[in-house]
């Protein structure tokens, strides 16, 4: 249970905030799929391209030690009470950051804290407040195209994403092997198979 409730996260949290922060740019409106259309070699080209820009030379790689020293002030979130009740009650967010919750059935399980400050890192916090996950997006975000790393609190990368728009991204594992790409409302696989579907893009 405890790694289909990680696997669901993984995947849920990479649009939890897009739509929020970033608007829509002109260009975009001139962006089209073409996973469908594209052959076998061409998306293998594709998505090596990709593997290799989020993974060759801005992929950071860190000790467990590393990554404490660098994040322990976010070990536990000290206003878990009140950002658990400002989620529970639908709120997107406050004065001074951005809130995403992840529920099973109407139980808030986890959520997702992104301060208007520093909008380079998002974190993920169990209900009680204990840190989970955190995002670390390049140093382009928010302007497309832009990436970033999931890691677990012990500096062990999760996934990285790779955003082409708000709605169209690739998704590697932390093996850096090709998950899916992300497109609306769909992802699709390699192959240029449906593999699996979400509602908030």
């Known amino acids: 249970m405890k790694k289909i409730i990680v696997l669901v996260l993984m995947f849920l949290t990479l649009p939890c905030f897009a739509q929020e922060q970033v608007e829509q ?24 391209e990709i593997q290799n820009i989020i993974f060759n030379g801005n992929f950071v790689k860190y000790s467990r030690k590393e990554f404490e020293k660098k994040y322990s002030v976010y070990w536990k979130n000290e206003n878990y009470l009140h950002d658990y009740d400002e989620i529970n009650q639908g709120k997107k967010e406050d004065a001074d950051k951005y809130y995403c919750g992840f529920y099973v059935g109407k139980l808030l399980i986890a959520y997702g804290v992104q301060s208007k400050k520093n909008m380079k890192n998002i974190y993920y916090y169990d209900a009680m407040g204990g840190l989970r996950w955190i995002d670390v997006f390049s140093d382009n975000y928010p302007d497309f195209p832009y990436w970033s790393y999931q890691y677990y609190r012990d500096g062990k990368l999760v996934a990285a994403y790779y955003y082409v728009s708000d709605y169209d991204q690739y998704v590697f594992d932390a093996n850096k092997k090709f998950k899916g790409r992300w497109y609306k409302d769909k ?15």
Do not use: G, H
């Not at 975009?28 to 061409?42: G, M, N, P, V, Y």
């Open 187 to 201: 992802m699709y696989n390699k192959n240029a198979k449906v593999i699996m579907t979400r509602t908030n893009y």
């Open 25 to 48: 740019k002109p260009l975009e409106a001139t962006i089209t799929f073409d996973w469908i259309s594209k052959t076998q070699l061409q998306r293998d080209e594709n998505i090596k």
